[in-house]
T-cell receptor, first 112, second 114 residues
Framework: AQSVTQLDSQVPVFEEAPVELRCNYS??????LFWYVQYPNQGLQLLLK??????LVKSINGFEAEFNKSQTSFHLRKPSVHISDTAEYFC??????????FGSGTRLSIRP | GAGVSQSPSNKVTEKGKDVELRCDPI?????LYWYRQSLGQGLEFLIY????????KSGLPSDRFSAERTGGSVSTLTIQRTQQEDSAVYLC????????????FGPGTRLTVT
């Protein structure tokens, strides 16, 4: 069975600073990895995903995540955050034939 | 096109009552998921339907919880004899198929048990 751990429940950063949200997973088979985002008072939506191929995946709003098989990680990064990035971010893992398991979430708060 | 819809958006019920929560997935999506999101908690997986396969019920917290999916479309999550700890936002999601497909989430049903 798969599992996913988000090491930080809350991450406060200043606007325009870089940020990294950590995610580690556990699985005995090949995995698909996701980051979902939940903006205040909105539903969850997909931010980016890794299925295969290039280990570096990017979102349209400047976030990127790198699949690191040796470290079983899929950390989310952004070089310069904006107030509008304030949200809760969920890492998720699945295999080709199973349910998706979500992490406990990381609340990103941006200070001006 | 229409996204995933859930009803009701809010439900307040007395402890011990039964409740039914409804999810209408995106048309043509064969996979449907139910999650529970409690304050300060992550997304807790409840149940997963994939096509005509037997559902994965491994996340249901007790036998008071059950779910069905009729005709491969609409799903109903039923909680019997509700308890205060059942208070949470119940989220439904669907995807074209399971596995690596993007999940589309509904707005959720906020359940409050008094």
């Amino acid at each position: 069975a798969q599992s996913v751990t988000q090491l930080d429940s809350q991450v406060p950063v200043f606007e325009e600073a870089p940020v990294e949200l950590r995610c580690n997973y556990s699985s005995s088979v090949s995995v698909y990895l996701f980051w979902y985002v939940q903006y205040p008072n909105q539903g969850l939506q997909l931010l980016l995903k890794y299925l295969s191929g290039s280990t570096l995946v990017k979102s349209i709003n400047g976030f990127e995540a790198e699949f690191n098989k040796s470290q079983t990680s899929f950390h989310l990064r952004k070089p310069s955050v904006h107030i509008s990035d304030t949200a809760e971010y969920f890492c998720a893992v699945t295999t080709s034939a199973s349910k998706i398991i979500f992490g406990s979430g990381t609340r990103l708060s941006i200070r001006p | 096109g229409a996204g995933v819809s859930q009803s009701p958006s809010n439900k307040v019920t007395e402890k011990g009552k039964d409740v039914e929560l409804r999810c209408d997935p995106i048309s043509g999506h064969t996979a449907l998921y139910w999650y529970r999101q409690s304050l300060g908690q992550g997304l807790e997986f409840l149940i997963y339907f994939q096509g005509n396969s037997a559902p994965d019920k491994s996340g249901l917290p007790s036998d008071r919880f059950s779910a069905e999916r009729t005709g491969g479309s609409v799903s109903t999550l039923t909680i019997q004899r509700t308890q205060q700890e059942d208070s949470a936002v119940y989220l439904c999601a669907s995807s074209v198929v399971g596995g690596g497909d993007e999940q589309y989430f509904g707005p959720g049903t906020r359940l409050t048990v008094t």
